[in-house]
């Protein structure tokens, strides 16, 4: 048998290539980093009902607001560590709150949606996540 962390990466890898839609959750068609997590938790049995939605938020939000909303969410249903392990998510600062998640594979390296790329791995050490780390979270 699977464990959790395990079934996460397997689900999580199972959206490679979906393409970014924003506030879409469809793996395979289009998918947004938040929906990504909800999709990916959800599926595996955490996080929430499979479909579910977050309240209306604009594609540049971040950018124009203080209020961690994404955090907020998160909060809901992880609790903060210091060091990640694989499952994990990581949380990047992108305007002016974290605003973006990303499954950690084996850190620095996630898995996560990114405009204009889709679900991807990346090194979080590198190009557009780097220098953005906001903190660790870990379902509960």
Same mark, same amino acid.
Request: charged share 25%; hydrophobic share 40%.
């Given at each position: 048998?699977?464990?959790?962390?395990?079934?996460?990466?397997?689900?999580a890898?199972?959206?490679?290539l979906?393409?970014?839609h924003?506030?879409?959750?469809?793996?395979?068609? !289009?998918?947004?980093?938040? @929906?990504?997590? /909800?999709? *990916?938790?959800?599926?595996?049995?955490?996080?929430?009902?499979? &479909? +579910?939605?977050?309240?209306?938020?604009?594609?540049?939000?971040?950018?124009?607001?203080?209020?961690e909303?994404?955090?907020?969410?998160?909060?809901k249903?992880?609790?903060?560590?210091?060091?990640?392990?694989?499952?994990?998510?990581?949380?990047?600062?992108? !305007?002016?709150?974290?605003? @973006?998640?990303? /499954?950690? *594979?084996?850190?620095?390296?996630?898995?996560?949606?990114?405009? &204009? +790329?889709?679900?991807?791995?990346?090194?979080?050490?590198?190009?557009?996540?780097?220098?953005?780390?906001?903190?660790?979270?870990?379902?509960?």
């Amino acid at each position: 048998m699977k464990g959790k962390a395990e079934e996460i990466l397997a689900e999580a890898e199972s959206w490679i290539l979906t393409p970014f839609h924003h506030r879409a959750c469809i793996k395979g068609v !289009g998918v947004d980093c938040a @929906h990504f997590l /909800i999709g *990916v938790f959800s599926n595996v049995g955490m996080g929430g009902p499979p &479909g +579910q939605q977050v309240e209306e938020y604009p594609p540049d939000w971040h950018f124009h607001r203080s209020e961690e909303r994404f955090l907020a969410y998160i909060k809901k249903y992880c609790r903060e560590v210091k060091s990640p392990k694989p499952g994990d998510i990581a949380m990047f600062r992108f !305007g002016r709150c974290a605003s @973006h998640g990303a /499954i950690v *594979v084996e850190w620095p390296r996630v898995i996560h949606a990114y405009k &204009g +790329q889709g679900v991807v791995y990346s090194d979080a050490d590198q190009a557009e996540l780097q220098g953005r780390l906001h903190s660790f979270w870990r379902a509960k």
